[in-house]
C-alpha cells in the first residue's frame, strides 16, 4: 500500500487537504491531512466513502450509444473513437444547418477546479459559437448583492470565527454542507462566544444555539431590515464607520425603516421579543460575525435579503477586528490567477441561456431551437426547476443528448450517448476554497476506472476533430497549469508555497480583516449600501418586499436543503432509503398524517409520493423535501424539483427553490 496526497475539490466550502491510501492501484481509503488548520485531520463521510462511488455498479466504464427508446435503458457499447466521430458528425451537421446556437452546453463548477470546469470544455463551446449558459442554480444572487456591495473583498476567514463573542448563522447549516466550521463555533462558544441561528428547521446547532429565529421562507428580508431600522433608531449605528467607508446609509436608513420589529417578526411568524433579543446580542458583541449561507438567496427576495444581511456588520461597526463582520464566499479573494488563461478563447457574444429554464429553453426557444444538449459536471432531471418538463423534453427524439458523468444518473437515462468521466482522484485539478482560503494543486493518485475520461481528454479530442484547434493552443493540462500560475503576478510564489508544502495561501494571506488590510473592491473604494446596478435590476428596487407566493390551495412552503451524506445530487446511487417529507406535527395532525404514511406532495406544477415523517425541528407551515434525490427514491419518479416554479429572486436570475407553496395529503 502507499499513500498519496490529495485534496477535495467537491461544492463544500472546507476545501478539505486529503490523504488518499491506494493498494494495486484502487483507492481504499481517504483521511483528511493536516496541511490546512480548518481540516485538522478529519473530513466528511461523503468523501471517506468516495471509493463505493468510484468502484460501484453504477460506475460508468465505457462508452454507452442509445439503442431502444429514450429511457428504455438498452444500450449498445461502443469504441471512444466510434462516439467522439458521431458526436463531432452529429454537432457539426447542427452547426451548419442551425447555427451554433443551437448547440448548448449544460454544466456547472461548483464541484470542480480551473481544470475540470474551464479550460478545454469552454474552448470548445466557445469556438463553436454555442450559446452561452447562465449557471443560476446558486450563488448567483449571493454574487450579484455580495458585488454590487462591497466588490471582491475577502470575509472572515472560518478558522478567525473562534475570535468572534457573537457568531450568526443566517440559512446555512455547517452540520450538512461545512462540517469543519461546526468545532471551531464550539471552540468559540467555549471561549465565550454566543450564537444565533436564522434558519427554519431546528438544525444541530439551532438546537444547541443561545437564539434561534426560525423564520418563514422568504421572510430573511423584513427582519435584517428591521435589525437595521432598529440599529438607526436607537442611535446604534456607527455613523462615522459610515460616513468614511459606506455611501447610501441614509437611503438605506430610509428603506428599512418601513420595517418595524412588530412588523416584520409578523410577517417572518416569530415573537417580536426574539427579534428585539437578537438585535440586543448584535449591537452589543463586538467581535461579532454574520455567517450568511445561500439558503437566504433561494427565494423571491432573495438577492435584497442577502444585501440587507451584509449591510448589517457595516451599520453596526462590527468590521476592523479579527472575527468581525461576515462570511459569504471567499473564492475570488486575492487569488490573482483566473481560468480564462486555460480557455485561451474569450466567450462568444452568442445568447445567454438561464440553466434554472432549461425546461422552457427546450420547449419553447427558437431561432435557432436547441437540438444538443451537451451536459458535463451536471445532473439536471435532478436539479433543474420544472423537473417535469425537463423530463419531457430530454426524452424528445429530435434533441441530441450528450452526458459525460461518472455514473448513470437520471439526466444519463435520458441521453444518446453516455461517455464515462473520472473522477477528481484520476485527473489533475486546481482549486482554491470559497471559504478556507487556500489553494491545492492535485495530481492524480490511482489510474481511472475502465475508459473513463477526463473534461480536458474529451474536449480536447472533440477539439481537433471539429477542426477548432489553432496553433499555439494549449492542450495538455500541465501546460495549462503553467500558463495560468505564469499569468498572475504572484504565481511563482504560489508554485513556491506549493512545492514546500502542498498548500498555498492567496497574497493577502488566510486571514485578512476588513478595514485593517482588505477593502470593497468597487470602483470608490466603499460599500455601496444602495448600490445602482441592484437597485435597477431588482424588479422593485433594491430592498423592496414581495410578500408571500402561498395560497389557499397551497398553504405550505416546501423547502429543500442539502443532505448531509451528498454533494447535491452527487452520490445520489448510494442512496438506499426512500425519500421523506418532513411536516410539523400540528400540519401532520391537520391533515390526519402520521410518521410512515404514504404521502403526495403537490401544486400546479407537479406532484410527489414519498414517506411522511413527523419532525419537531421543523417549524409549522413549513414542509422539508432534500434536494439532490433521485427519481428512484421517491413513490412516483418525481423529487422536489418537479413541485418549483419558474420563478427567480430579485437578482441575476437566481432560482427560486424556497418559492414552491404545496398542499399534502395521505395517499389512500
Not at 490523504?19 to 483507492?27: L, Y
Not at 468590521?319 to 485561451?344: E, K, L, P
Not at 477593502?519 to 435590476?537: S, Y
Request: charged share 20%; hydrophobic share 40%; proline share 7%.
Amino acid at each position: 500500500m502507499e499513500t498519496h496526497p490529495s485534496a477535495c475539490p467537491l461544492d463544500c466550502p472546507d476545501l478539505c487537504g486529503l490523504t488518499v491510501t491506494v493498494d494495486q492501484g484502487r483507492v481504499v481509503q481517504v483521511d483528511g491531512d493536516h496541511r490546512g488548520p480548518v481540516t485538522d485531520g478529519f473530513i466528511c463521510g461523503k468523501v471517506r466513502k468516495i471509493a463505493e462511488h468510484m468502484y460501484g455498479e453504477e460506475r460508468l466504464t465505457a462508452p454507452l450509444w442509445r439503442s431502444g427508446p429514450k429511457g428504455s435503458g438498452q444500450w449498445s457499447p461502443v469504441s471512444w473513437d466510434e462516439a467522439l466521430d458521431r458526436i463531432a458528425g452529429r454537432i457539426a451537421e447542427i452547426r451548419a444547418r442551425a447555427g451554433g446556437e443551437a448547440i448548448l452546453p449544460y454544466n456547472y463548477g461548483g464541484s470542480n477546479g480551473w481544470l475540470t470546469e474551464g479550460a478545454l470544455a469552454s474552448r470548445f463551446f466557445r469556438r463553436l459559437g454555442a450559446s452561452n449558459l447562465e449557471r443560476t442554480l446558486c450563488a448567483t444572487a449571493t454574487g450579484a448583492a455580495t458585488r454590487g456591495l462591497y466588490g471582491v473583498m475577502p470575509g472572515v476567514a472560518l478558522e478567525d470565527y473562534v475570535h468572534a463573542r457573537l457568531i450568526v448563522l443566517w440559512g446555512v447549516n455547517p452540520s450538512a454542507t461545512g462540517i469543519h466550521l461546526v468545532p471551531v463555533i464550539e471552540r468559540a462558544r467555549e471561549a465565550g462566544a454566543r450564537l444565533v441561528v436564522v434558519d427554519p428547521r431546528a438544525t444541530p446547532l439551532a438546537r444547541r444555539a443561545d437564539l434561534h429565529l426560525a423564520l418563514r421562507p422568504g421572510t430573511d428580508l423584513p427582519v435584517a431590515l428591521a435589525v437595521i431600522h432598529a440599529l438607526f433608531a436607537g442611535g446604534r449605528a456607527d455613523r462615522g464607520f459610515l460616513a468614511a467607508h459606506a455611501t447610501g446609509a441614509d437611503e438605506l436608513a430610509a428603506r428599512a425603516a418601513r420595517w418595524s420589529v412588530d412588523a416584520a417578526a409578523r410577517e417572518a411568524g416569530i415573537e417580536p421579543a426574539l427579534l428585539d433579543r437578537f438585535i440586543e446580542l448584535y449591537a452589543e458583541a463586538r467581535p461579532a460575525v454574520i455567517r450568511c449561507g445561500w439558503g437566504v438567496e433561494r427565494n423571491r427576495n432573495g438577492g435584497s435579503a442577502v444585501a440587507a444581511v451584509l449591510a448589517l456588520p457595516a451599520v453596526a461597526g462590527k468590521f476592523g477586528v479579527r472575527g468581525g463582520g461576515y462570511t459569504m464566499s471567499n473564492g475570488d479573494a486575492r487569488w490573482t490567477m483566473s481560468a480564462d488563461t486555460a480557455i485561451g478563447e474569450p466567450a462568444p457574444p452568442t445568447r445567454r441561456i438561464n440553466m434554472s429554464e432549461i425546461g422552457r429553453v427546450l420547449r419553447t426557444v427558437r431561432d435557432p431551437r436547441i437540438e444538443c444538449l451537451f451536459v458535463y459536471n451536471c445532473n439536471p432531471v435532478a436539479t433543474a426547476p420544472d423537473q417535469r418538463t425537463v423530463i419531457e423534453e430530454l426524452s424528445r427524439d429530435d434533441l441530441f443528448v450528450v452526458v459525460h458523468d461518472q455514473v448513470m444518473t437520471d439526466t444519463a437515462q435520458l441521453a444518446d450517448v453516455v461517455l464515462p468521466a473520472t473522477t477528481f482522484l484520476e485527473h489533475r485539478e486546481v482549486r482554491r476554497g470559497y471559504g478556507t482560503m487556500r489553494l491545492f494543486d492535485s495530481r492524480p493518485v490511482v489510474p481511472p476506472v475502465g475508459q473513463s475520461r477526463s473534461n480536458n481528454q474529451l474536449f480536447g479530442a472533440l477539439v481537433e476533430r471539429l477542426g477548432l484547434a489553432r496553433p499555439g493552443d494549449l492542450v495538455t493540462e500541465d501546460a495549462m497549469v503553467d500558463a495560468t500560475f505564469a499569468a498572475s503576478p504572484h504565481g511563482a510564489a504560489l508554485r513556491a508555497q506549493l512545492a514546500a508544502a502542498g498548500v498555498a495561501a492567496p497574497p493577502g494571506g488566510t486571514g485578512p480583516v476588513a478595514f485593517v488590510d482588505a477593502f470593497p473592491g468597487t470602483p470608490d473604494g466603499k460599500i455601496q449600501l444602495v448600490a445602482e446596478a441592484l437597485d435597477r435590476e431588482a424588479p422593485h428596487g433594491l430592498y423592496a418586499y414581495q410578500p408571500d407566493p402561498g395560497t389557499d390551495d397551497y398553504p405550505l412552503a416546501l423547502i429543500s436543503p442539502a443532505l448531509a451524506t451528498q454533494i447535491s445530487s452527487t452520490f445520489g446511487q448510494l442512496r438506499k432509503a426512500p425519500a421523506q417529507l418532513e411536516l410539523s406535527p400540528r400540519d401532520a395532525a391537520a391533515r390526519g398524517i402520521r410518521s410512515g404514511d404514504r404521502v403526495r406532495i403537490w401544486n400546479g406544477s407537479g406532484e410527489v409520493h414519498c414517506v411522511a415523517r413527523i419532525a419537531q425541528d421543523v417549524r409549522d407551515g413549513v414542509c422539508v423535501l432534500p434536494k439532490g434525490l433521485w427519481r428512484r427514491h421517491t413513490g412516483n419518479g418525481y423529487t422536489a424539483n418537479a413541485l418549483i416554479p419558474p420563478a427567480f429572486a430579485d437578482l441575476a436570475g437566481q432560482a427560486a427553490y424556497n418559492d414552491a407553496r404545496v398542499q399534502v395529503a395521505r395517499l389512500a
